[in-house]
């Protein structure tokens, strides 16, 4: 199954997980969720991700100097953003567990 249409619905939802536990910046974020098991997500996809949730008012940044290249910006989720990603859980829920029923018995509740 190619899974590229389904991540781009739960690409927000990964992004905002992937940041809640610890800050991170762009690759390490595309990082976490390629060691999760999302294989496909793309650099340039996970960026703009990260650049959108932050001008929502999801994520706050900050930069951190490196001595070993150049300065690195960390994202780090807020309240706004663990309010959205509380509803991204319910929603996927929910959502889940109609697709699941449907896959296992072919059936379309009424």
Known sequence: MDTTQLLKG???AAVLAAVE???????DVVRRLRAAGLDDVGDASVYGTLRRL???GALTTYVVPSDAGPHRKYYGINAQGR???DLHRKEWQTFAGTVSALLRTGEVAA
Request: overall charge negative.
């Open 21 to 27: 536990a610890e800050d991170g910046y762009g690759y």
């Open 10 to 12: 739960v690409l927000d």
């Open 54 to 56: 932050y001008a929502s």
């Open 83 to 85: 309010a959205v990603l």
